[in-house]
């Protein structure tokens, strides 16, 4: 593994503690076996983000949604392929894949009759947030998806930008032209809750 050092450039700009950064390299280090034990070909730590042992990671971790965004953050800069096609497609792909597989379980439900418990709401988020993260750093760039996915990505997780967009923006403050023009939108739509 490569070792973690706290002053290195590529880590000090996530602005966490060491105490969290020995947390996301240990995260890390759980991705990277799942991804090297799993039976499809070309799959990295990225992928595991929705593999099937990260079931109790979306209420426990992935919940979290700056944990969540520091984490993939964390394995972008240790140099995790976010492009990499595997068999499950790339790693937004993938984590699509499993929402949309999550969402099937509830079958035709009315969002406003929809009741979830804690944990389930919990569970929900986390699942939102990996897509969301991930195809957040698809749009800026970092990422690779397939154009038929792209409508479908975008309008899963257009609600849900605003919840994202500040905390990754943080992280990331070197934005592109698609960032900043999203930023632009949440301050549009920041005035319109204030109105």
Not at 5 to 19: G, K, W, Y
Not at 65 to 93: A, N, Q
Not at 164 to 178: H, I, Q
Request: glycine share 8%; with cysteine.
């Amino acid at each position: 593994w490569e070792p973690v050092v706290e002053d290195d450039d590529r880590f000090t700009r996530l602005r966490i503690c060491r105490r969290h950064l020995n947390r996301v390299s240990t995260l890390e280090k759980k991705l990277v076996k799942w991804a090297l034990a799993a039976p499809f070909h070309d799959v990295n730590a990225l992928h595991s983000l929705s593999s099937p042992q990260v079931e109790e990671w979306y209420r426990e971790i992935f919940a979290d949604v700056r944990l969540t965004g520091v984490l993939v953050e964390f394995l972008l800069e240790k140099g995790h392929d976010p492009c990499e096609e595997s068999d499950i497609g790339t790693p937004v792909e993938g984590a699509y894949g499993v929402v949309v597989s999550y969402m099937d379980k509830f079958g035709e439900v009315d969002d406003d009759s929809m009741e979830l418990t804690d944990a389930e709401l919990a569970e929900w988020n986390g699942r939102m947030n990996v897509v969301g993260i991930l195809a957040y750093h698809w749009k800026a760039g970092r990422g690779k998806g397939s154009e038929d996915l792209e409508k479908a990505i975008t309008v899963l997780v257009a609600a849900w930008r605003r919840k994202w967009s500040k905390t990754l923006k943080a992280l990331r403050p070197d934005a592109k032209d698609g960032e900043e023009e999203s930023e632009a939108d949440d301050d549009e739509d920041d005035a319109g809750d204030e109105g």
